[in-house]
């Protein structure tokens, strides 16, 4: 089966993006349409910002959908905590196969619970979800939350707020 996973690259970074994570919650647009434009193709134009403006956007996505990494290899030894989209690899045709293991996954994490603009309710950090009946519906470190109630699988986000129209 093949996936639809990309990448793009400038002379400082590379991007991944992993549609099957995107909820569109459209942080990235919002914050960069120079960069990030749905309404082309390709929808990334690495040339359209400072690389330091690309990293700061991806690492507010916030279902890991966008990832970045140095070309330098050096450069990515020094990454911080603060860089949570980061990813440290070796080879990049891997990225798909090693984003999928869990020593690539991000640590566990308090809780942060962050409504987006005219989008669902995301929570990042350890946690359990729990029905009415006592049944555990998920447990994990990230869901995203349908407001618009349209979803096709509630009560998680499946992106059709941007189909209806939803806004606050």
Same mark, same amino acid.
């Given at each position: 089966m093949r996936d639809n996973n990309?990448?793009?690259l400038n002379k400082d970074i590379e991007v991944f993006w992993k549609p099957e994570k995107c909820v569109h919650a459209s942080t990235c647009y919002q914050e960069l349409i120079e960069v990030f434009n749905p309404s082309?193709?390709?929808?990334?134009?690495?040339?359209g910002a400072p690389t330091e403006k690309i990293i700061e956007v991806v690492n507010k996505c916030p279902t890991e959908a966008l990832m970045w990494r140095w070309l330098d290899e050096k450069k990515?030894? =020094?990454? &911080?905590?603060e860089d949570t989209n980061h990813i440290k690899i070796k080879n990049p045709e891997t990225y798909h196969k090693l984003l999928d293991k869990p020593e690539h996954k991000k640590a566990a994490k308090p809780l942060n619970v962050r409504i987006m603009r005219d989008g669902p309710v995301v929570v990042e950090g350890e946690f359990r979800l729990i029905t009415s009946d006592g049944?555990? =519906?998920? &447990?994990?470190?990230?869901?995203?939350?349908?407001?618009?109630?349209q979803s096709n699988s509630m009560p998680f986000c499946d992106g059709m707020h941007r189909k209806?129209?939803?806004s606050d």
């Amino acid at each position: 089966m093949r996936d639809n996973n990309r990448n793009y690259l400038n002379k400082d970074i590379e991007v991944f993006w992993k549609p099957e994570k995107c909820v569109h919650a459209s942080t990235c647009y919002q914050e960069l349409i120079e960069v990030f434009n749905p309404s082309r193709r390709p929808w990334v134009n690495m040339d359209g910002a400072p690389t330091e403006k690309i990293i700061e956007v991806v690492n507010k996505c916030p279902t890991e959908a966008l990832m970045w990494r140095w070309l330098d290899e050096k450069k990515n030894k =020094l990454v &911080t905590a603060e860089d949570t989209n980061h990813i440290k690899i070796k080879n990049p045709e891997t990225y798909h196969k090693l984003l999928d293991k869990p020593e690539h996954k991000k640590a566990a994490k308090p809780l942060n619970v962050r409504i987006m603009r005219d989008g669902p309710v995301v929570v990042e950090g350890e946690f359990r979800l729990i029905t009415s009946d006592g049944k555990e =519906l998920k &447990t994990g470190t990230f869901a995203s939350f349908c407001r618009c109630g349209q979803s096709n699988s509630m009560p998680f986000c499946d992106g059709m707020h941007r189909k209806t129209g939803f806004s606050d």
